[in-house]
């Protein structure tokens, strides 16, 4: 079974310019979550979708933002960088079970660096 | 305001000895802890979780440790392994919530020989 699969693995940007990172989840997945990580800050939840509808979403401005497709996978854009930004981001999939413990299984992360 | 805290962002054990990991956390409304382990270059696997109707969950080496009172939970691992060293975060969830979890900062450990 094919893992969550991240592109592109590694990319570097300037200040003011966007990134769009996408994201393949595990086939039968439905639920797919962002999460940004940066030192000292741990990972920080973005947002999660399911069936096309953003169903929750975390504390960053407006310049984050995503959306998902018919067939699950999912793209997060990032608008006018800052140097802020720059951090591993990384997408989960789940089978979205809203009770349990719904494990989510990562991808290998997208690495932005802003400069 | 960090809810879910891993206080050392450390540990060295050596290998066979028992390595303790914990964490603390804020929230009285989360009500599933998981535990994942990262390595570089990787995203973080899953390792065990825990329900807060729960104390104590096992699997294999892996134990985890809830004491609601307290709002603390540690991870074991008997015995620790050179392949441990890793990335270790806790994580907490509100049943409803699906996806949205909250992380600590993660605590390295290395497991020397």
């Known amino acids: 079974k094919a893992g969550v699969t991240q592109t592109p693995r590694y990319l570097i940007k300037t200040r003011g310019q966007q990134v769009t990172l996408s994201c393949s989840p595990i086939?039968?997945?439905?639920?797919v979550s962002w999460y940004q990580q940066t030192p000292g800050q741990g990972l920080q939840f973005l947002f999660e979708y399911f069936s096309e509808t953003q169903r929750n979403k975390g504390n960053f401005p407006g310049r984050f933002s995503g959306r998902q497709f018919s067939n699950s996978r999912s793209e997060m854009n990032v608008s006018t960088l800052e140097l802020g930004d720059s951090a591993l981001y990384l997408c989960?999939?789940?089978?979205?079970?809203?009770?349990?413990?719904?494990?989510?299984?990562f991808g290998a992360g997208s690495r932005l660096t802003v400069l | 305001d960090q809810q879910v805290k891993q206080n050392s962002p450390s540990l060295s054990v050596q290998e066979g000895r028992i390595s303790i990991l914990n964490c603390d956390y804020t929230?009285?409304?989360?009500?599933?802890f998981l535990w994942y382990k990262k390595y570089p270059a990787e995203g973080p696997t899953f390792l065990i979780s825990i329900s807060s109707i729960k104390d104590k969950n096992e699997d294999g080496r892996f134990t985890v440790f809830l004491n609601k009172s307290a709002k603390h939970l540690s991870l074991h691992i008997v015995p620790s392994q050179p392949g441990d060293s890793a990335v270790y975060f806790c994580?907490?969830?509100?049943?409803?919530?699906?996806?949205?979890?909250?992380f600590g900062t993660g605590t390295r450990l290395q497991v020397t020989l």
């Open positions: 989960a999939s789940s089978l979205s079970a809203r009770g349990g413990a719904n494990v989510l299984t």
């Open positions: 994580a907490a969830k509100r049943t409803g919530t699906a996806s949205k979890l909250t």
């Open positions: 929230n009285s409304m989360f009500d599933y």
């Open positions: 086939s039968g997945h439905r639920s």
